[in-house]
Each structure stands twice: as structure tokens, then as C-alpha cells.
């Protein structure tokens, strides 16, 4: 598998670049703020959820390219 890998919820404005199969950074945005979270998974449920996201488990998630994901972010 090819990383970075870009995802974002369905339905709601929150954005992940998957780094690897245990690090993620998640954007979303509150008003005009830009919040950025890093993940680095060290518990069974973290690592569970980024194979999730990889996954697109339940479509809970779509695919994203790595433009979109820079326009939100701009």
C-alpha cells in the first residue's frame, strides 16, 4: 500500500491524511479556525480505526485526492 492516502468522513467536513498503517493527521474546521490533530496509533482501537479509514469501512468515509484536501485546508 501506497501512503500518504487522503479520506474524509461522508457527510461531514473532516478531513484525514493517512500516513502509514499507525499515523494520521486529521483537519477539521471550527468557524475560521483550522484544527489539525496528529495520530500516532499505540492502542489496538487507534490502529483499528486508521485500517477503518484505509478501508473505508461502512462508507463511513470517501476517497479524497491530495488537492482536495489542500483546498480545504486553503
Same mark, same amino acid.
Given at each position: 500500500?501506497?501512503?500518504?492516502?487522503?479520506?474524509?468522513?461522508?457527510?461531514?467536513?473532516?478531513?484525514?491524511?493517512? &500516513?502509514?498503517?499507525? #499515523?494520521?493527521?486529521?483537519?477539521?474546521?471550527?468557524? $475560521?479556525?483550522? !484544527?489539525?490533530?496528529? @495520530?500516532?496509533?499505540?492502542?489496538?482501537?487507534?490502529?483499528?480505526?486508521?485500517?477503518? &479509514?484505509?478501508?473505508? #469501512?461502512?462508507?463511513?468515509?470517501?476517497?479524497?485526492? $491530495?488537492?482536495? !484536501?489542500?483546498?480545504? @485546508?486553503?
Amino acid at each position: 500500500m501506497k501512503f500518504p492516502i487522503y479520506r474524509k468522513y461522508n457527510g461531514i467536513e473532516v478531513w484525514f491524511k493517512i &500516513l502509514s498503517p499507525t #499515523h494520521f493527521i486529521e483537519y477539521k474546521k471550527m468557524g $475560521e479556525r483550522l !484544527l489539525k490533530d496528529e @495520530i500516532k496509533a499505540e492502542i489496538f482501537p487507534e490502529k483499528l480505526f486508521i485500517q477503518d &479509514l484505509i478501508n473505508q #469501512h461502512d462508507n463511513r468515509w470517501i476517497e479524497v485526492t $491530495e488537492l482536495e !484536501l489542500n483546498q480545504f @485546508i486553503n
